[in-house]
């Protein structure tokens, strides 16, 4: 599995969008990239996931590169419930695609 | 997304005894994971879980020291054996969906003293 790179700590105002930026630079070309929350110590929890192009929910937008090297998630308008770590994995769509290893994240702290 | 039941949620133990975690499914699934996470860190896998054959191990963990049992597709449990201070952290099953990647227990927070 390709590694990720995030920077360890981000701030963002209450209301305003944060934008939590991931390296990938090593995926391949079936990988997707997933994006998971975790908030205080609680079991991690998806987000969103994108193979090339942007994907929106209920929770976040995931903007990716066109080279697939970067991606973005975009929390539009950040709450305080939003402060957790959030982890960007790269991984194989197939649920037997096995293993993925998580980095460090970033802590994102949301301010009122 | 999958429901996982994990249980204990956090248990306080002595140092030299042994602690059973048990993680169920709500559905059939292939693979189940085994995550700790030591305090202040990120997640690391201790071993992959498949049903019917022996758990996968990554470096640094050894199966005397995290048996794990797999005796069906919904069900899995990890043992932290011969407990030190050093293995107090949160242990984390989970299991791979294909429209949602993991899916996490809630966690057993360990502490042994």
């Known amino acids: 599995d390709a590694k990720t790179t995030q920077p360890p700590s981000m701030d963002c105002a209450e209301g305003r969008a944060a934008n939590l930026p991931c390296n990938h630079s090593?995926?391949?070309?079936?990988?997707?990239v997933y994006w998971y929350r975790q908030i205080h110590s609680q079991g991690p929890q998806y987000i969103i996931h994108g193979l090339k192009n942007n994907e929106t929910n209920e929770m976040a937008s995931l903007i990716i590169t066109e080279d697939r090297k970067s991606s973005t998630l975009i929390l539009p308008h950040a709450t305080l419930r939003d402060t957790a770590v959030y982890y960007c994995?790269?991984?194989?769509?197939?649920?037997?695609?096995?293993?993925?290893?998580f980095g460090d994240g970033t802590t994102l702290t949301v301010k009122p | 997304s999958a429901v996982i039941s994990q249980k204990p949620s956090r248990d306080i133990c002595q140092r030299g005894t042994s602690l059973t975690i048990q993680c169920q499914v709500d559905?059939?699934?292939?693979?189940m994971f085994w995550y700790r996470q030591q305090p202040g860190q990120s997640l690391t896998l201790i071993a992959t879980a498949n049903q019917g054959s022996e758990a996968t191990y990554e470096s640094g963990f050894v199966i005397d020291k995290f048996p794990i049992s797999r005796p069906n597709l919904t069900f899995s449990t990890l043992t932290v054996s011969n407990m030190s201070p050093e293995d107090s952290s949160i242990y984390l099953c989970?299991?791979?969906?294909?429209?949602?990647?993991?899916?996490f227990g809630s966690g057993t927070r360990l502490t042994v003293v």
């Open positions: 989970s299991v791979d969906r294909t429209n949602y990647g993991y899916t």
């Open positions: 559905s059939q699934v292939t693979m």
């Open positions: 090593t995926i391949s070309g079936n990988e997707y």
């Open positions: 994995i790269v991984r194989g769509y197939n649920t037997n695609a096995g293993k993925s290893t």
